[in-house]
Nanobody, 127 residues
Framework: QLQASGGGLVQAGDSLRLSCPIS????????MGWFRQVSGKEREFVGG????????YYADSVKGRFIIGKDNAKNTVYLQMNSLKPEDTAIYYC??????????????????????WGQGTLVTVSS
């Protein structure tokens, strides 16, 4: 359903943009979160956005470097990653809260709050 795209191998200091669809044949999301995971570690919240209002949230580790936004023409949410560091290397996932549910009070930084998950995309940052 949700499929993050745009991963790849970059050098430290480079930028990369990941994308994820807001809706598809069987889903439509009201909020989307980005998470990342390194092998052997827990999944980590990166940031999120409410699709309707455009409110954004970021983890402290990426604040000021990463930007989450909507591309209305492509019906996607993007994660613009700037000034990448080797420690940003991970598999990145997008996750969605179903549009038919009430997202008020849901915690965007908690993975269990999300209804949809897609396959991740690998981001590798070399030093």
């Amino acid at each position: 359903q949700l499929q993050a795209s745009g991963g790849g191998l970059v050098q430290a200091g480079d930028s990369l943009r990941l994308s994820c669809p807001i809706s598809g044949r069987s889903f439509s999301v009201a909020a989307m979160g980005w998470f990342r995971q390194v092998s052997g570690k827990e999944r980590e919240f990166v940031g999120g956005i409410t699709v309707g209002g455009g409110s954004t949230y970021y983890a402290d580790s990426v604040k000021g470097r990463f930007i989450i936004g909507k591309d209305n023409a492509k019906n996607t949410v993007y994660l613009q990653m700037n000034s990448l560091k080797p420690e940003d290397t991970a598999i990145y996932y997008c996750a969605g809260m179903d549009r038919s549910t009430d997202i008020t009070g849901r915690r965007p930084y908690e993975s269990e709050e999300y209804d949809y998950w897609g396959q991740g995309t690998l981001v590798t940052v070399s030093s």
